[in-house]
């Protein structure tokens, strides 16, 4: 049986100056995906200890139709614009997941 699950690793940089801001619309965006749509499954957010304008977000989806839904959500698309200038740098990452646990 397959995964379908869609599981992705975001690395992003953001502008010093625009760090704190980011951050409430990261915060915010991730509560409103979590909150609203049922595919997606998880969304962890975290800086890097020795360089906080570095961002992690490690993301889970249903399926990749879910995340196709996600990036079309109003949530997301007004993230987006609203961060367009604060963030310097984007990678996304696709992962398979091997063990996926929660306590």
């Known amino acids: 049986m397959s995964d379908e699950r869609m599981v992705r690793i975001a690395e992003i940089e ?3 100056a625009r760090l ?3 951050k409430a619309l990261l915060a915010e965006v991730g509560r409103a995906s979590l909150e609203l ?3 997606v499954l998880m969304l962890h957010s975290v800086s890097l200890k020795d360089a ?3 961002i992690r977000v490690f993301e889970v989806y249903a399926s990749r139709a ?3 839904e996600h990036i079309q959500t109003p949530h997301f698309l007004s993230y987006k614009a609203d961060t367009a200038d604060m963030v310097t740098a984007l990678h996304l990452i696709e992962v398979d997941p091997i063990l996926l646990a929660a306590k």
Do not use: C, F
């Open 14 to 16: 953001v502008d010093p």
């Open 66 to 68: 879910a995340y196709e």
């Open 20 to 22: 704190d801001a980011y």
């Open 37 to 39: 749509e049922p595919g």
């Open 52 to 54: 906080p304008t570095h």
